[in-house]
């Protein structure tokens, strides 16, 4: 498999609704569904779930 089959590169949009992004790369055999993670929101100020879009 190619590198960027394997482990492609997502955003993690925040669900407070600031519009605040990370980047980084997953996966896919061990996380083929969508990912969250709780990461800290600076525009909210605390830490929020962050969900993987597409």
Do not use: Q
Not at 4 to 29: C, D, F, M, Q, W
Not at 31 to 46: F, T
């Amino acid at each position: 498999m190619a590198r960027n089959e394997l482990r492609p590169v997502i955003k993690l949009r925040s669900t407070a609704g600031t519009g605040h992004t990370y980047v980084t790369r997953k996966n896919r055999r061990n996380d083929p569904d969508r990912l969250e993670l709780r990461k800290y929101d600076p525009v909210a100020g605390r830490h929020v779930a962050f969900r993987e879009e597409r």
